[in-house]
Every structure is written in C-alpha cells, then in structure tokens.
C-alpha cells in the first residue's frame, strides 16, 4: 500500500511563485504515475499534470501549461508541483494522488493542501 502526503501550501500574492511537494511513502515500487489535482469552492475536482514513475515523463493539463511543471526526486519518493505567476483563481486545494500497478485510475489520494491567492 502507498501513502501520499502534501505539503507547501499557504498564502501568496498574485504573481508569487509556491512549490507543493508530495511524499510517498510505503510500497512506492508499485507506484505507476503521481499527479497533481486541484479543487477549488464550489468547483469539480481539476487534472493538473501527471509524471509516470518509472521515466519521468511528464504531462501537463492545457490549463496549467507554461505557468506549472512537475519535477521529482524519485530516490527520495518527492513529487514536487512548482507554480509560477499565480492568480487569485489558483486559490484551491491542492491534492497529489498515486496511481499503483494493476489500478486503472489513481486509486491513493492525500488529503490536500491549501493554496490561496490574494492581494
């Protein structure tokens, strides 16, 4: 079983840059891919990026593209969610998820960290 747990949220200013860093921990061997997720108030949880495990191939979602990248230290089990030029509509929770061997979706969720973008 792996465990997932975020960290790095806070508040911030329009155009600050944060980084949110996600910890495996666990069977981390049967980890496929880590993603980044985002749910803000009253909207529908949103894909931000993926990074497959074994080749660090990363994919990231259209609305994100340019502003955030996905990076890892796959010997220390990091994934890490770099955001630059936020804006007050970044302001969501944040959730890094694991998808292991044999699940067709990610099936290990953490339990989020805020992010807020204010003046």
């Known amino acids: 079983q792996v465990q997932v747990v975020e960290s790095g949220g806070g508040s911030v200013q329009p155009g600050d840059s944060l980084r949110l860093s996600c910890a495996a921990s666990?069977?981390?061997?049967?980890?496929?891919?880590m993603a980044w997720f985002r749910q803000a108030p009253g909207k529908e949880r949103e894909f931000l990026g993926r990074?497959?495990?074994?080749?660090?191939?990363?994919l990231m979602a259209d609305s994100v593209k340019g502003r955030f990248t996905i990076s890892r230290n796959k010997a220390n089990n990091m994934v890490y969610l770099q955001m630059n030029n936020l804006k007050p509509e970044d302001t969501a929770v944040y959730l890094c998820?694991?998808?292991?061997?044999?699940?067709?979706?990610?099936?290990?969720w953490g339990q989020g960290t805020h992010v807020t973008v204010s003046s």
């Open positions: 998820a694991a998808q292991t061997i044999g699940a067709t979706d990610y099936n290990t």
């Open positions: 666990g069977r981390t061997v049967s980890v496929l891919a």
């Open positions: 990074q497959r495990w074994s080749n660090g191939e990363t």
